[in-house]
């Protein structure tokens, strides 16, 4: 494989803007210097995923993912670190020069970049047949011209026809130099077995005589395809989606969403359908912030990656009672994941295409608008009519909308959603209340949210702890006293002193936020002043203290050589020195590239923190110091603080030596280096209250 030269690497890493990266994957919100969003690698609610811009580095404080714009890529579509650059490079338009690879070259990257490969060729392949073989242009264009599909909307999507024979895709693969085995791990491909399930050595095609979708991520890599057939024979499935592979996971794709994912954005709501041509329908109608499920129930990972982009929901149901009861099941698991989730019934017989087609453009918008409403308010009326005239199946279906409103995170939510039963079902809102605290300290209500807060479904009118009765005292999880909440001047010391001062300070609080998951003991005073001399090093080393000196220079000439004991941060040290000595500062975004884990980690971890300074602190005019602006400051702190902390250490070493049984001279000898050593930790000290008293 061709290498990327390292002056095209760098290129691309200071061309490629993170927020613009990583705002394709999840909807970013600044908070001080930094975006925050939920978290794209694990289910959370509240936001504890940085980027901060100024760095160009991503890090989530929940789940411990770090890195630069590349290893966001790589962490996001799970690729390699060459095909995470060619993603930027052609994001921005920044032309690679390879040497000409064969197919079988490209196949041997490795087994998950083959099977996208071989899914675009087979995208391409199909694309290619719709528009210019005669059985795709007269059955598959037909067909689609017929449901009002523009050749642009058929572009846009990649729409394809797969031809009625047995191996025509496999034929080509094989002529192109494609391994038969990628065909059959992507399920391009079916082997024949026997009837003892062995293997027959005959292939054919999947997809024959059908209409192709091609379902793509979210970063438009085609990782399966839907088919529709045109056949009139009930013994066939009407569509046919591409099994299970390394590459497709039919629970974390929803079809559409690279098409509607900006869209989704800018419009701040996501309209949720069923089949592929209601997303084509609407898409070409103007409504481009449309995705669906492609007929499969809703899961946690769809549900995820809408709240990427919008807390807004609204799902436009067909018209047909059967399919509304089984999509209503569906649509709990939206207020579940903490979305705002709205509904759009169309009338009886239509769906979202064929009502669009009906209509047009305009006033299929203006339907939506105008029916559109709130989840719960339709489920209770629903429900309501359907029980009219029958008091058990009418105290059924108040249980069914209580459980819905159970699934709300937000209280004043769940409190306006009670008061709106009690009037539709003409039922005392206190008797509403009791049935709701039954529901949420049932049993089964505990175990199926044991892993959720009790806040999002407390006990109504009770308070929150509720949700947690059943436990022993020892289990339950509000036994044990929360630890305090930081104050600003607390997180305003964890931003400026890296957790040195914290850590003395805040005793448990600090250790809850750093170690307390994974019950490892906190970093000790040393490890936390080496941490920020690194810091300051890392971030800062061009910037000048002076007009001829740097903060590196300064750092490097205070410290000397090698003055850290940490391994990883004495390694991180060397890597710096030898960055200035080739006559280069060492760069954040440069470190944060390294093939090294630990390194990677440890930059990102060096250059995010989780607290900013409150606005609140210059509203009640008091002064913090702004280390980038007075970088001396900064160092003297920092060079302070480890020179104490080593004078302590063996202060400490020396009274340990007097518990032991000594003679006169070395008694004398030791008390003699404690005084020096005490002497020097005041003056130590002193210098300290000075730099700090400096800033003030």
Same mark, same amino acid.
């Given at each position: +494989?061709?290498?990327?030269?390292?002056?095209?690497?760098? $290129?691309?890493?200071?061309?490629?803007?993170?927020?613009?990266?990583?705002?394709?994957?999840?909807?970013?919100?600044?908070?001080? !210097?930094?975006?925050?969003?939920?978290?794209?690698?694990?289910?959370?609610?509240?936001?504890?995923?940085?980027?901060?811009?100024?760095?160009?580095?991503?890090?989530?404080?929940?789940?411990?993912?770090?890195?630069?714009?590349?290893?966001?890529? +790589?962490?996001?579509?799970?690729?390699?670190?060459?095909?995470?650059?060619?993603?930027?490079?052609?994001?921005?338009?920044?032309? &690679?020069? %390879?040497?000409?690879?064969?197919?079988?070259?490209?196949?041997?990257?490795?087994?998950?970049?083959?099977?996208?490969?071989?899914?675009?060729?087979?995208?391409?392949?199909?694309?290619?047949?719709?528009?210019?073989?005669?059985?795709?242009?007269?059955?598959?264009?037909?067909?689609?011209?017929?449901?009002?599909?523009?050749?642009?909307?058929?572009?846009?999507?990649?729409?394809?026809?797969?031809?009625?024979?047995?191996?025509?895709?496999?034929?080509?693969?094989?002529?192109?130099?494609?391994?038969?085995?990628?065909?059959?791990?992507?399920?391009?491909?079916?082997?024949?077995?026997?009837?003892?399930?062995?293997?027959?050595?005959?292939?054919?095609?999947?997809?024959?005589?059908?209409?192709?979708?091609?379902?793509?991520?979210?970063?438009?890599?085609?990782?399966?395809?839907?088919?529709?057939?045109?056949?009139?024979?009930?013994?066939?499935?009407?569509? =046919?989606?591409?099994?299970?592979?390394?590459?497709? $996971?039919?629970?974390?794709?929803?079809?559409?969403?690279?098409?509607?994912?900006?869209?989704?954005?800018?419009?701040?709501?996501?309209?949720?359908?069923?089949?592929?041509?209601?997303?084509?329908?609407?898409?070409?109608?103007?409504?481009?912030?449309?995705?669906?499920?492609?007929?499969?129930?809703?899961?946690?990972?769809?549900?995820?990656?809408?709240?990427?982009?919008?807390?807004?929901?609204?799902?436009?149901?067909?018209?047909?009672?059967?399919?509304?009861?089984?999509?209503?099941?569906?649509?709990?698991?939206?207020?579940?994941?903490?979305?705002?989730?709205?509904?759009?019934?169309?009338?009886?017989?239509?769906?979202?295409?064929?009502?669009?087609?009906?209509?047009?453009?305009?006033?299929?918008?203006?339907?939506?608008?105008?029916?559109?409403?709130?989840?719960?308010?339709?489920?209770?009326?629903?429900?309501?009519?359907?029980?009219?005239?029958?008091?058990?199946?009418?105290?059924?279906?108040?249980?069914?909308?209580?459980?819905?409103?159970?699934?709300?995170?937000?209280? &004043?939510?769940? !409190?306006?959603?009670?008061?709106?039963?009690?009037?539709?079902?003409?039922?005392?809102?206190?008797?509403?209340?009791?049935?709701?605290?039954?529901?949420?300290?049932?049993?089964?209500?505990?175990?199926? $949210?044991?892993?959720?807060?009790?806040?999002?479904?407390?006990?109504?009118?009770?308070?929150?702890?509720?949700?947690?009765?059943?436990?022993?005292?020892?289990?339950?999880?509000?036994?044990?006293?929360?630890?305090?909440?930081?104050?600003?001047?607390?997180?305003?010391?964890?931003?400026?002193?890296?957790?040195?001062?914290?850590?003395?300070?805040?005793?448990?609080?600090?250790?809850?936020?750093?170690?307390?998951? %994974?019950?490892?003991?906190?970093?000790?005073?040393?490890? =936390?002043?080496?941490?920020?001399?690194?810091?300051?090093?890392?971030?800062?080393?061009?910037? %000048?203290?002076?007009?001829?000196?740097?903060?590196?220079?300064?750092? +490097?000439?205070? =410290?000397?050589?090698?003055? =850290?004991?940490?391994?990883?941060?004495?390694?991180?040290?060397?890597?710096?020195?030898?960055?200035?000595?080739?006559?280069?500062?060492?760069?954040?975004?440069?470190?944060?590239?390294?093939?090294?884990?630990?390194?990677?980690?440890?930059?990102?971890?060096?250059?995010?923190?989780?607290?900013?300074?409150?606005?609140?602190?210059?509203?009640?005019?008091?002064?913090?110091?702004?280390?980038?602006?007075?970088?001396?400051?900064?160092?003297?702190?920092?060079?302070?603080?480890?020179?104490? /902390?080593?004078?302590?250490?063996?202060?400490?070493?020396?009274?340990?030596?007097?518990? $032991?049984?000594?003679?006169?001279?070395? +008694?004398?000898?030791?008390?003699?280096?404690?005084?020096?050593?005490?002497?020097?930790?005041?003056?130590?000290?002193?210098?300290?209250?000075?730099? /700090?008293?400096?800033?003030?």
């Amino acid at each position: +494989m061709a290498r990327i030269p390292k002056e095209l690497v760098d $290129h691309i890493i200071q061309t490629a803007d993170i927020v613009e990266v990583v705002g394709d994957f999840v909807q970013l919100k600044r908070k001080g !210097q930094n975006l925050w969003a939920p978290c794209p690698f694990h289910n959370e609610k509240s936001p504890s995923f940085s980027v901060n811009p100024a760095k160009s580095l991503y890090k989530c404080f929940g789940c411990g993912k770090a890195g630069g714009v590349v290893q966001f890529v +790589m962490d996001v579509e799970g690729t390699s670190y060459v095909e995470a650059l060619k993603y930027l490079a052609k994001k921005y338009a920044i032309e &690679i020069q %390879e040497e000409e690879k064969t197919p079988q070259q490209q196949l041997e990257q490795n087994e998950r970049d083959s099977q996208f490969i071989v899914s675009d060729f087979a995208k391409n392949h199909y694309h290619r047949l719709l528009l210019n073989s005669e059985e795709g242009m007269s059955i598959g264009y037909g067909y689609l011209k017929e449901r009002g599909l523009t050749l642009n909307t058929i572009q846009t999507f990649e729409l394809g026809y797969s031809l009625d024979a047995w191996d025509d895709l496999m034929k080509a693969a094989e002529t192109a130099g494609f391994d038969k085995k990628y065909l059959e791990k992507t399920g391009l491909t079916v082997i024949r077995t026997d009837d003892q399930g062995k293997d027959t050595g005959r292939r054919y095609d999947r997809f024959r005589g059908r209409v192709m979708f091609p379902i793509h991520n979210i970063s438009g890599r085609v990782v399966g395809f839907g088919a529709r057939t045109l056949k009139r024979d009930d013994k066939m499935a009407k569509y =046919l989606n591409s099994p299970e592979s390394e590459i497709y $996971h039919k629970s974390d794709v929803l079809y559409g969403l690279f098409q509607a994912r900006q869209a989704i954005r800018t419009q701040e709501v996501c309209y949720l359908v069923e089949g592929y041509l209601d997303v084509l329908s609407l898409y070409q109608g103007g409504i481009k912030n449309v995705v669906a499920s492609s007929g499969t129930s809703l899961t946690e990972g769809q549900i995820r990656l809408i709240k990427r982009y919008s807390d807004n929901v609204t799902v436009l149901y067909d018209g047909d009672a059967a399919g509304i009861k089984a999509s209503l099941r569906g649509t709990d698991l939206l207020l579940e994941g903490g979305l705002n989730v709205r509904v759009v019934l169309f009338p009886d017989g239509d769906d979202p295409d064929s009502y669009i087609r009906k209509v047009g453009d305009q006033r299929f918008t203006e339907y939506i608008e105008t029916k559109s409403q709130d989840f719960i308010t339709f489920k209770t009326t629903l429900v309501a009519r359907e029980a009219s005239g029958d008091p058990v199946k009418k105290a059924e279906a108040i249980r069914d909308v209580l459980h819905s409103i159970a699934k709300v995170p937000d209280a &004043i939510k769940r !409190q306006v959603f009670l008061q709106q039963t009690s009037a539709t079902f003409g039922i005392d809102e206190q008797v509403l209340i009791t049935e709701y605290n039954k529901l949420v300290k049932s049993p089964s209500q505990q175990t199926k $949210h044991s892993g959720g807060s009790g806040d999002n479904l407390g006990n109504y009118g009770q308070g929150a702890g509720s949700a947690n009765a059943g436990y022993p005292p020892s289990a339950n999880p509000r036994s044990a006293p929360a630890p305090r909440p930081m104050s600003d001047e607390e997180e305003a010391e964890m931003l400026m002193y890296g957790g040195a001062e914290a850590a003395e300070s805040l005793g448990t609080s600090f250790q809850s936020t750093t170690k307390a998951a %994974e019950n490892e003991p906190l970093p000790d005073m040393l490890q =936390l002043c080496e941490r920020e001399v690194l810091r300051l090093l890392v971030l800062y080393a061009g910037r %000048e203290i002076d007009p001829e000196v740097s903060v590196a220079g300064y750092l +490097m000439g205070q =410290l000397g050589e090698y003055p =850290l004991t940490v391994p990883l941060y004495a390694e991180m040290w060397e890597i710096c020195r030898q960055e200035l000595l080739a006559g280069r500062f060492p760069d954040a975004r440069q470190l944060a590239q390294n093939e090294r884990e630990d390194i990677r980690q440890l930059i990102t971890d060096l250059a995010t923190e989780r607290y900013e300074i409150s606005p609140n602190w210059r509203t009640k005019e008091i002064y913090v110091f702004n280390e980038v602006d007075l970088p001396q400051l900064a160092c003297d702190n920092a060079v302070l603080r480890l020179n104490k /902390v080593h004078v302590q250490r063996e202060l400490d070493q020396c009274l340990e030596k007097l518990r $032991h049984p000594l003679d006169d001279a070395e +008694m004398f000898e030791i008390l003699g280096d404690i005084k020096r050593l005490k002497e020097l930790d005041n003056e130590l000290a002193a210098l300290l209250g000075t730099v /700090v008293a400096r800033g003030a």
